[in-house]
């Protein structure tokens, strides 16, 4: 205790007053002055480096959260261990975050903007500058709010590189739909419900693919959750729809599997026909590859409804795409194509001299139930009785006609010109006995 005695010198009093309060400060409240007494006070051991350590608490935890207020000397210790720790992770951390985020970027050939690089290079420096030093820097108020700055830059540039595989992955169902926003197509009659429908989801899909995209890591940082929103709202209108249009395709592939078969048939009579040198030039030839092309087009799905189209945007077994139009109406036109070539055939068949040739030179008596359906132009009924036995013997009866009687009759020429006469309806037989008809003249429904 300071002395009182009024002998004592008052200077020299002053001096040690002075000079306690001095001891006070510099032990950090260790050894205080009160009311002209020193005392010792083993409660406030360590105060500046738990009031530093406080001050700096929100710095501190954008490395460790769970991080807590410092009571006494002892928590603080262990509080600076888990910083320091957490700040080396921070470093790694900081480094994969840069290498994902150019790597990302340079797969649409972008570079990492320099706002961006400068974020990540500062942050990566305060980390490792070590727990001791970032906490004696705080000291400074100015330095603390810059620190803090710094720390929420790269926490949102950090955001989005996490996101990168959900962007990905978001990315990659979009293209899997296969949706493009293009202008409608004519001659398709839908409903306008639903084409609206069709149409809205091919834009929302396009800008959604925009939006995911890489350029969106080469702006500002920003939130993702509102685009993942957006996202699974078009997802599950996606499905729904999907599902819906996917089990009217399935009725329409089988529909048109039997059409498609139907035409395939046609040609390969129009095909043995064409082999017969004494029915004149080939017709529609071009026509073969045309229904090979449009065959391939129908594909009957075996999965039906056990489809999944939220995982899986497209059926497996089909490939159906929302939107896509169906071959039906080329379907029609090549079916129509190979009708009338198949009519100039039956048209020269028909013709009295090589009806005459037949009756004269079928020794065998096979081709007078085909010479009848020749005659009365029946389409179909050539098409199923004219395998290629029958055609070979046909061929071989006009063939050995044509030798017999080259000169004398001009055979071929004679048909070919009937025959097209006849095609164009000058003297052509009725055709009302065809196959029931699996093709419509109107053209039908033929989006999915």
Known sequence: MVA?????????LAAVRELLRRLEVSTGGVIRFETDAA??????????ELAAFNAALVLARRFEPRLTLARDREGLDARLKRLEAAMADAVEAATRTRDVLASALAEANFEMPAANRTAIAEYIALAESGAAAMLEAAADRSYLASAVQIAGAYETIAAACESIPR???????????????????????????????????????ELLRVELGPRILTGPPRSLDGLEARFQKFKWTYVQCYLSAHARWCVKMER?????????????????????????????????????ELSA??????????IAPETTP?????????????????????????????????????????????????????LEGFLKITQAAQTDALVRVLDEKLARYLAQVLDENETADAGSLGCADFARDGAKKRARG?????????????????KGNNRG
Do not use: W
């Not at 978001?170 to 009659?189: I, N, Q, Y």
């Not at 390969?268 to 045309?290: C, K, Q, V």
């Not at 000058?426 to 109107?442: D, H, I, K, Q």
């Open 4 to 12: 009182r005695d009024g002998t004592a010198d008052e200077r020299a």
């Open 39 to 48: 005392r010792f006070d083993p409660q406030a051991a360590g105060a500046p």
């Open 167 to 205: 962007m990905r992955s978001m990315r990659e169902f979009l293209a899997a739909t296969g949706l493009r926003a293009v202008p409608d197509e004519a001659g398709l009659s839908e409903s306008v419900s639903r084409e609206s429908a069709v149409a809205s989801l091919e834009t929302e899909c």
């Open 256 to 292: 048109l599997e039997l059409a498609a078969g139907d035409a395939r048939r046609y040609f390969d009579a129009l095909t043995r026909l064409n082999a017969i040198a004494a029915l004149g030039p080939p017709e529609g030839e071009h026509l073969g590859a045309r229904v090979a």
């Open 297 to 306: 087009r129908v594909v009957r799905c075996e999965l039906k409804d056990a």
């Open 314 to 366: 497209r059926c497996s077994s089909c490939g159906f795409q929302l939107g896509a139009a169906s071959p039906q109406a080329e379907l029609e036109d090549a079916m129509e194509g190979i009708r009338r070539a198949l009519e100039i055939k039956l048209a020269a068949l028909s013709h009295s001299m090589i009806a005459r040739l037949i009756h004269i030179h079928d020794r065998e008596h096979r």
């Open 426 to 442: 000058e003297g052509m037989a009725t055709s009302a006995n065809l196959a029931p008809n699996r093709f419509p003249r109107g």
